[in-house]
């Protein structure tokens, strides 16, 4: 079988269309996943896909393939992966698939796939590939479903916004899929909505659909400004992720954010919330000071999922934007709702009137943004492998994923991305000098462990 083996990563597969993955890919694709199904006794699926131009091509011959190999496929079109997430929840095989490309450039597409309730692995599905039986099975069913009036109606009832007050939120879908159902899912739960970019428009005319980085929220933070509304919300290419701006136009890391969830969650439950080795030291601080258990996690939406199915907590969040909610909600992360859960905090803390007085309300510290360094696929493991055993860092190391090390002032992060031929890290500090310090030591380990990679943080 021909494929590109380069597309099937831990998570997902992601790819170039049509260079990589095309009509002929997810037709092989599709007879594996078929193939894995029956092996579980499963005989039906739900699949969607997201905005992209190349999307709704590449779902036909999805689902002509899945049927063709005997599985009963429905169609629910166009949706967030969220909804297919809920979708998969829903039904009976508890199984579902969305073609997207999340937050890759516009020529990118890509697959993520649960089946019976646990996420599929890119790497299992290539080595069905590598093991794919030729038999011939009597076709299943097509049919065509709109999910999309089911889930508004279970997020609002999920939403309990407290008070009278009708906030006023401008939403940024970047052209976007959350754009297909956000203005009315904030609507639905009472808010006033000012839209931003609602059109699905796989060339992403405006600007990129990734929240986090800055360059993509400025038209947001203008229009929150300009409109005086009681916060700003961004989401993902696939929105399962939120990015969000306060009433006075601050960005607001996820981990700043977080803090406030946590509370608002804890005040009314108790367990545990999990974290990935990215988010601040005061995060783990406040959950701890909300009677709360504080649980890091390495990076990445599998193993977040994991250690929230582990330990049965309450939420799980990434310095990435993907947060889940497990206490009233599904598990999985979901922008739009998140963005709602954010509102609703808002509404239930009575110390504070507005978003930005609750986020400035929690420790001061400086942080940088999540900071790259271009280096191969084939080498990025062991340059952190070297880090880890050679450097002279003096602090708390934790090695769940690369290396933290947490001092009295700050700590540090450099970690091998899992999805690019990446170094990643991240800094904080309790002052600008602080931080500073601990990246300058950092990066000076790093050059003296690793003389031959060009250091250049973008
Ligand atoms: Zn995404």
């Excluded at 049927?67 to 579902?96: H, I, R, W």
């Excluded at 698939?97 to 599905?125: A, C, F, Q, R």
């Excluded at 009832?157 to 052209?175: E, F, L, M, P, T």
Aim: include cysteine; charge should be negative.
């Amino acid at each position: 079988m021909q494929v590109n083996k380069s597309i099937f990563r831990e998570n997902d597969i992601r790819g170039i269309y049509p260079e990589q993955l095309n009509e002929n890919t997810i037709s092989i694709i599709g007879k594996a996943i078929a193939q894995k199904c029956r092996s579980q006794g499963i005989c039906s699926i739900s699949v969607g896909r997201d905005g992209r131009l190349s999307g709704e091509s590449l779902l036909n011959s999805f689902c002509n393939s899945l049927v063709s190999a005997g599985l009963d496929v429905t169609n629910v079109g166009l949706v967030t992966s969220p909804m297919l997430y809920f979708e998969a929840k829903k039904n009976t095989s508890k199984s579902g698939i969305v073609i997207t490309g999340s937050h890759n450039p516009k020529n990118h597409n890509g697959l993520k796939m649960v089946i019976n309730d646990k996420p599929m692995s890119g790497l299992e599905v290539l080595k069905i590939i590598e093991d794919l039986d030729d038999d011939s099975y009597e076709k299943g069913t097509l049919k065509h479903k709109d999910i999309k009036e089911d889930y508004l109606n279970e997020v609002e009832a999920s939403i309990s916004i407290q008070g009278s007050k009708r906030y006023k939120v401008v939403i940024d879908s970047g052209n976007g899929v959350a754009g297909h159902v956000a203005p009315d899912l904030f609507k639905r739960i009472g808010c006033e909505v000012i839209e931003l970019f609602s059109d699905v428009d796989g060339n992403f005319p405006n600007h990129h659909p990734d929240p986090s980085k800055l360059e993509n929220v400025q038209d947001l933070i203008k229009s929150v400004k300009e409109n005086n509304a009681d916060l700003g919300l961004a989401f993902d290419g696939d929105g399962d992720r939120v990015g969000l701006i306060t009433n006075l136009g601050e960005n607001v890391f996820p981990d700043k954010y977080m803090m406030m969830l946590s509370e608002s969650i804890l005040s009314d439950s108790n367990g545990s919330i999990v974290y990935d080795v990215k988010c601040s030291n005061h995060l783990e601080k406040i959950i701890r000071n909300s009677s709360g258990i504080p649980i890091m996690a390495p990076t990445g939406h599998f193993h977040i999922k994991k250690t929230i199915k582990e330990n049965n907590s309450l939420l799980g969040g990434e310095m990435s934007g993907h947060i889940f909610f497990n206490d009233k909600w599904y598990g999985f992360d979901d922008g739009p709702y998140s963005g709602a859960r954010i509102i609703e905090a808002l509404s239930k803390n009575t110390n504070y009137e507005t978003i930005s007085e609750i986020i400035s309300s929690y420790p001061q510290s400086f942080s940088t943004p999540e900071l790259n360094i271009d280096v191969t696929d084939e080498n990025k493991f062991n340059i952190v492998e070297s880090f880890i055993s050679e450097n002279n860092l003096d602090g708390e190391k934790i090695t769940l994923d690369g290396l933290r090390v947490n001092f009295e002032n700050g700590w540090g992060l450099l970690r091998a991305s899992q999805t690019s031929p990446k170094l990643v890290l991240r800094f904080e500090g309790d002052t600008i000098k602080d931080m500073e310090k601990i990246q300058a030591d950092f990066i000076a380990e790093l050059s003296r462990i690793s003389p031959d990679i060009d250091i250049n943080l973008t």
